[in-house]
């Protein structure tokens, strides 16, 4: 139990630092030009490493070095932002007519890189063993799941235990889409993925494995897409720092840098070079308060704390318009989106009033509590100008907790905090806002709020998108009077590379697909 | 000391009109007067460097009393560079926060200096008292005071800090702790080396055959000798800790924010570097300037006081 709850706090965490890290205003999903990669050559990527090359393990997002098992396993399909349009890869449907029984079909062929079959019975391996395993990254997702059935080679049918007409939405975003060889795995057992020796059905091989330095990889020679990739070989180069990363771009000494700051932006283009901005994630990075002790176990601290801050003023300085703020729940494009959910803007006046009556009720004492954030650069700095911003009224006293990397989601999980930075974002409310329910499995993001768990509900049942939007216009409105949460601003993903190379693809939570990333003629 | 031996030393003063702390001051004499002390030019730059220091710590002392907006506060636009705007506080800039770049450098001066002067403190006077046993007893004080210090001395000492921060919760006197565990072997050395230099002197071997207790021996002879050893070593043991603390909160190990310190400022500037240098430059400057500082005065106090130095 315990070190499934340290997992499961590892897992907060990394959800938290995966979308931690946004910014800038367009978006698109592929390099916005006209050019074709040709085939041949090789390039060099720098961002995050990935702990492991083990799907179970990692999450599926760029920041946490999604993009290596993106190129070494492919990805069973994509959904389009917004239109949930089903984008067939090596699985060409999923579907159900019940929200119960869902079925999952495969393309006929595909093969791994060590010559065995990617057929149902490897995709039900893969599942089960993330089903069962608390170290897995999904292992939340898949707690609703009754059983995983293999109905023909290319055919596995999912039975939930409750109605999700919305599980289609968890795969691209969570690991479940990287499908590993059962026969690698059960040759290599716990140490599949700590070196090269990992085995996939994507556009790229590993040639060689340093963790946390650099992994080499080179054409998968029976990858199923004829033609593809376009590349010959990938070098990923670890590189944490963000600047450090855009300037090994902008000096020439890489091609492509797979996640990149607002900043990153801004020097690739006045620099010349591409990018490329993901910003079709729904929902945004926040603050949670911890309405289980207090002082925001009180309703009126929580909305003083929020009418107090100025989230676009703290976008404005801290990273110099670097982001956007989140205004609503739903962008403005989701079909969920309604103008009349909007977050309330700042009112320093009532802010202060409220400080004031919460002091005088409790014996002239202020409002004191701690702020915690991980020790991600960039997060220090939004927490410590909301912190700045809370020091001109009276009657609050707000302290910055500074925790180190796992210890911050451990602390999130044992509800050791008053105020955190989290984040909750996915193209689609689902999986991801289920967080927000208090029958959620990780009790860090709860809105201890019955009508919240209830439109929550609504909206994975719900049979069509008008319906849908009712659910989630009560969730929006339970979230205005719960006052749960100030959500702040979106999770982009950016991607900057030079000039000379095309046909990158983003998708889930912000990953990319390389197969027709290459140089151009 | 016991009766007897206090009876046994009166008796010796008394009956061989020889006084043991006259032969300390007698030889100490003979040793120093054939080597004047040559005159050192106190040059601009160690006046300058004195006055300097003055200036810090007398602001770090009087800080609440200045004429200073609040450290926690924005009071203009985040990232204004020194002297551009010569408002309430405006005049070194601000931070990348609105934050007056002036009053955090004093308060965070206070950081420094309580840390510097603090934990030198603790080395100079617990150092400094283990290595004069360990120099003079000798023995299993020294083999296991030896042991300790070496031992200390092998841990690398940013992994030590950062351990001790990491487990600890990040406050002055955290920080103080863990610096002064690492500055202690240093006064240990220094001081063991020279006491043992000092116990094998004819006066003390004197004092010692008059049977002059340990204790007395190494309080009144060898310490007067060897402290000034240890003093002079102080202000560069100040500016080094200077230096740590700043390492540690630029890593982001060291106080928590609103709470300003030098090395925090700076950590804070970095992600500006590219677009406003002023930012990390500041504290920058300051904390080059102290320790450049120290350096100088400890250099010019080793030369006055440190007999070794002498020529």
Known sequence: MRNRRLWLGLLAVLALVATSCGSSSSSSNK?????????????????????????????????????????????????????????????????????????????????????TPLDADAVKFNWDRNKTNTKSTSFGQLMNVESFTVTS????????????????????????????????????????GADAKAVGAGPFTVKSRTPATETVLVRNATYWQT????????????????????DSVISGQAQLYTFGLGE????????????????????????????????????????????????PQMIDVVTMNGETAATSMFQQNSPFYDAKYNFPKSDPVQAQKLFDELAAANGGQPLSFVMAVSTNTANKARVTQLQTQLSKYKNVKAELKVIDGPQYGTALFAGDFNMALYAIASPD????????????????????????????????????????KVAYGNLQQALLDSWAEIWMYRNITRAIFSKNTTGLVTYGQGSHLFDSYGLTE | MTDD??????????????????????????????????????????????????????????????????????????????????????????DPFGRSNLSRVVYGARVSMIIGVVAAAVGLLVGGAVGLLSGYLKGWTDRTSSFVVDTLLAFPPLVMLLTITAVLQPKVSTI????????????????????????????????????????????????????????????????????????????????????????????????????????????????????????????????RFDKRTKR
């Open chain 1, 153 to 192: 080679p290319t055919v596995l049918t999912v039975k939930l235990k409750t109605v999700n007409r919305q599980f289609v939405q968890v795969i691209p975003v969570v690991n479940l889409g990287w499908i590993a060889s059962p026969t690698a795995i059960k040759a290599q057992g716990d140490t599949y």
């Open chain 1, 264 to 311: 990153s932006l801004k020097q690739a283009t006045d620099a010349g070079l591409q990018s490329q901005v993901w910003n079709e994630l729904q929902g945004a990075t926040s603050m949670l308060f911890n309405q289980n002790k207090p002082p925001f176990d009180n309703v009126k601290a929580r909305q003083a704390v929020t009418l107090a801050l100025d989230i």
């Open chain 2, 5 to 94: 031996q206090t009876g046994v030393d009166a008796e010796l003063a008394r009956d061989s009109h020889i006084n043991p702390d006259s032969l300390f001051a007698a030889e100490t004499a003979a040793e120093l007067s054939p080597v004047p002390a040559k005159r050192r030019r106190r040059n601009l730059f160690f006046w300058a460097a004195v006055v300097w220091v003055a200036v810090i710590f007398l602001a770090a002392l009087f800080a609440d009393l200045l004429p200073l907006p609040p450290y926690a506060e924005a009071i203009g636009p985040p990232r204004v560079g020194p002297f551009q705007q010569f408002g309430h506080g405006m005049i070194l800039g601000t």
């Open chain 1, 227 to 246: 033609g593809l990739p376009k590349l010959d070989q990938i070098t990923m180069k670890a590189v944490v720092d963000a600047q450090a990363a855009t």
């Open chain 2, 176 to 303: 103080l702790i863990g610096l002064s565990i690492l500055v202690i072997p240093t006064f240990v050395r220094l001081e063991r080396a020279a006491a043992m230099s000092w116990s094998e002197r004819p006066f003390v071997l004197a004092a010692r055959s008059y049977g002059t207790k340990d204790f007395r021996i190494a309080v009144r002879h060898i310490l007067p000798n060897s402290v000034l050893t240890l003093i002079t070593y102080v202000p560069t043991v100040i500016s080094a800790m200077i230096v740590a603390e700043g390492s540690l909160s630029f890593l982001g190990l060291g106080l928590p924010s609103p709470t300003p310190s030098w090395g925090g400022m700076i950590a804070e500037g970095k992600s500006s570097l590219r677009l406003a240098p002023s930012v990390v430059f500041v504290p920058a400057a300051v904390v080059f300037l102290t320790v450049l500082s120290f350096n100088l005065i400890g250099e010019y106090v080793r030369a």
């Open chain 1, 31 to 115: 390099t916005p030009t006209t050019k074709v990669a040709k085939v041949g050559g090789s390039v060099v990527a720098v961002g995050p490493d990935a702990q492991s090359l083990d799907p179970l393990k990692v999450i599926n997002s760029a920041t946490q070095g999604a993009d290596v098992l993106n190129a070494v396993y492919d990805v069973l399909y994509t959904l389009t932002p917004n239109t949930s349009a089903f984008n067939p890869r090596i699985a060409v449907s999923f579907t159900s007519t019940d929200g119960l029984t869902w079925t999952l079909t495969l393309k006929d062929g595909v093969k791994f890189s060590d010559g």
């Open chain 1, 429 to 468: 409310p689902e999986p991801q806002f289920a967080q927000l329910s208090s029958t959620y499995y990780v009790k860090i993001a709860d809105m201890k709020s019955a009508a919240g768990d209830a439109a929550l509900l609504a909206g994975v049942q719900a049979t069509d998108t008008a319906a849908r």
